[in-house]
């Protein structure tokens, strides 16, 4: 990069090296700032004669066309791309979806020389207009050896972050007890609706049932039989293991278990299983309370109907300490 003096009525589309004060101290202009008409205007209004400005030198790119040529090729889904100032680019929802991550690929991406990229947890929830990812590259220029290196290395292993959209998911809730349904109902439904609330969305489907057999198979299947979203079981009880009551109605109704346990806490006896793709959750514990656990972190995807598998749950325990 040549960092060059020149006229200030001659500046139109240069990019300032440095930024400009006014005589009072006050920021007229941003370094990386690409000069206008109207900024000439602003310059001779106080008196400036002369800039330094910067100018590419071949091999190199400008930053902002490194950040927003990154941005654009690291993303996929239901999302929009945001140019911001100083070399940077913002990735933003455009609708309620699920941010996914590989985060092998991420930090791979940020052991290269000349971009940083910086994302939303996985799996967690993005209100439509909220920001993703941001990608910052290095003050005014990227040599082009450098921007094709995590080119390259985005193109072999595909995209770091997936906008997943979640669009109008059916919940169903199993309510189970071992004396009587109904009296989990009253004691989940209310922490139940709060929970769903925060992703715009209510039960569509409700069933109580006692933790016996046939009942609790047979209000298992007839929720699957509805093909919703998902369903998820709020049990009064705690299981020992899949051998125990839910987990034998979640067999006899066909779901195969994907996973027993989460290193989470709270939420540990996660159970989790599938029929014909759709996601059943037990997680008892997790309805007594609207404080963050287990649920929070695998809800998104699920609703977004993404397959959470058995190792994505083993996973969670880095940063799985939730209260």
């Known amino acids: 990069m040549k960092v060059l003096t020149v006229e200030a009525r001659r500046s139109a589309g240069r990019i300032l090296c440095s930024t400009i004060f006014r005589s009072g101290g006050r920021k007229l202009l941003a370094r990386g700032h690409v000069i206008s008409e109207e900024d000439i205007r602003l310059l001779e209004t106080e008196g400036m004669q002369e800039v330094a400005v910067s100018e590419l030198e071949e091999g190199e790119v400008g930053e902002d066309a490194a950040a927003q040529t990154v941005a654009h090729a690291m993303a996929c889904g239901a999302l929009e791309l945001q140019p911001a100032a100083a070399g940077r680019a913002n990735l933003v929802a455009m609708e309620p979806c699920c941010v996914l991550v590989d985060d092998d690929l991420l930090k791979q991406i940020n052991c290269l020389q000349g971009i940083g990229v910086s994302t939303a947890v996985n799996f967690s929830f993005a209100a439509a207009g909220q920001r993703v990812a941001t990608v910052k590259s290095a003050p005014f220029v990227v040599a082009q050896s450098q921007l094709d290196a995590v080119l390259s290395t985005l193109k072999q292993r595909g995209p770091i972050l997936q906008a997943r959209p979640i669009r109008h998911p059916v919940v169903a809730v199993l309510y189970t007890d071992a004396v009587a349904g109904d009296r989990a109902r009253k004691m989940f439904e209310c922490v139940m609706q709060q929970r769903l609330e925060r992703f715009g969305l209510e039960a569509a489907l409700v069933r109580s049932s006692v ?74 514990g997790c309805w007594r309370s609207v404080k963050p656990n287990v649920v929070d972190l695998i809800l998104p995807p699920i609703l977004a109907k993404y397959r959470v598998s058995g190792w994505e749950i083993a996973c969670l325990g880095h940063g799985g300490l939730l209260g």
């Open 211 to 284: 933790e016996s057999d046939p009942e609790l198979p047979r209000a298992l299947q007839s929720l699957l039989g509805s093909r919703p979203t998902a369903i998820l079981v709020a049990s009064s009880t705690s299981p020992a293991g899949p051998e125990d009551a839910i987990g034998r109605a979640m067999m006899l109704a066909g779901c195969e278990l994907e996973r027993f346990m989460a290193p989470v806490e709270p939420g540990n006896l996660l159970l989790l299983g599938y029929k014909d793709g759709i996601p059943v959750i037990s997680s008892p």
